[in-house]
């Protein structure tokens, strides 16, 4: 299995950036393609962005397009999630997860999970 731990959240002001990062260990990075996932209060999770083993092939939300940039580094086992352009309504905990499966929508496909981490857009 794998361990996951999410970081970089924080408060910043619509149409500032950050850039979260997820960490992984245990089974090798690279037998798990990694989705980026999202939770706003009172509301479910939403699926945000995903990207292959590879790298090379990478799928968002339609509201998210154009805005953020999954990306992965297998040399260091870790994922990245820039987000530019920053919208109030991108307020949530984020969430990156790992599946065994091909590239991912769906939020029940992904086995393991990190913790979260909150990012707040002020208007």
């Known amino acids: 299995q794998v361990q996951l731990i999410e970081s970089g959240g924080g408060l910043v002001q619509a149409g500032g950036s950050l850039r979260l990062s997820c960490a992984a260990s245990g089974r090798t990075f690279t037998s798990y393609a990694m989705g980026w996932f999202r939770q706003a209060p009172g509301k479910e999770r939403d699926f945000v962005a995903a990207i292959s083993r590879s790298g090379r092939t990478t799928y968002y939300a339609d509201s998210v397009k154009g805005r953020f940039t999954i990306s992965r580094d297998n040399a260091k086992n870790t994922m990245y999630l820039q987000m530019n352009s920053l919208k109030p309504e991108d307020t949530a905990n984020y969430y990156c997860?790992?599946?065994?499966?091909?590239?991912?929508?769906?939020?029940?496909?992904?086995?393991?999970w990190g913790q979260g981490t909150q990012v707040t857009v002020s208007s």
């Open positions: 997860a790992a599946t065994s499966s091909d590239l991912s929508i769906t939020e029940y496909e992904y086995s393991y």
